[in-house]
């Protein structure tokens, strides 16, 4: 127990550090004051500082698992809670970027690395996403031919949104919060195609 804490608070520490300063400024021996640790056991749980960034984001992707599913636990229909799970992930995953400041930068630099550590939360998500599109179907909210299928495609559909919203391209283009919501409810929910 004692080393998942001492693990949990140089990854906390780190983030903290990483945020305020930038990855690239800050060092081991930073992250071993600041947590009040020694280098030694900074050691002993990662061998570079490159093994606590990715440690780093893994706990934040894991956060926001959690955040996601405590949206999927609900007890709401299917097609409300499939609304309140978009808007919910896309305003987390914004907070959690934006939340860790200068490693923002490093995070859109290093997308492909980070891309290693997101397969656990694409594994969830799309877990999440069938869940709740299965409940749909049997609750003869949705018609849904493949529920496997569709859930890929929503994840890969939600994810290709992340940078965009992160960064406000949206808002770039005039297309206020409210607006873009309603935009993704159509697509999401209605399709584009004229019946």
């Known amino acids: 127990m004692a080393v998942s804490k001492t693990r949990n608070l140089l990854i906390d520490v780190a983030r903290q550090l990483f945020a305020r300063q930038g990855v690239e400024k800050t060092t081991m021996n930073d992250i071993a004051q600041a947590s009040n640790k020694g280098r030694r056991t900074l050691y002993t749980y990662f061998k570079d500082k490159e093994e606590v960034y ?4 893994e706990s934040e992707l894991k956060q926001l698992v959690d955040s996601l599913q405590q949206v999927a636990s609900q007890n709401l229909p299917a097609d409300e ?4 799970y978009v808007f919910t992930r896309m305003e987390a995953v914004k907070r959690t970027v934006v939340r860790n ?3 923002r930068a490093k995070f859109f630099r290093d997308i492909w690395k980070v891309e290693n550590v997101r ?3 694409d594994q969830m998500e799309v877990e999440i996403l069938t869940n709740i599109l ?3 179907v049997e609750s003869g909210v949705f018609r849904i031919e493949n529920v496997d299928a569709t859930a890929m495609v929503l ?4 994810k ?8 406000g391209t949206f808002n770039e283009l005039g297309i206020d919060r409210k607006e873009i919501r309603k935009h993704i409810l159509d697509v999401v929910f209605f399709g584009i195609k004229i019946k």
């Open 119 to 121: 397969r656990y939360f």
């Open 81 to 84: 809670k499939l609304t309140e």
């Open 160 to 167: 290709g949104l992340d940078v965009p919203y992160i960064k």
């Open 54 to 57: 990715m440690a780093v984001i």
């Open 155 to 158: 994840h890969y559909s939600l």
């Open 134 to 136: 299965r409940g749909g």
């Open 101 to 103: 400041g200068t490693l």
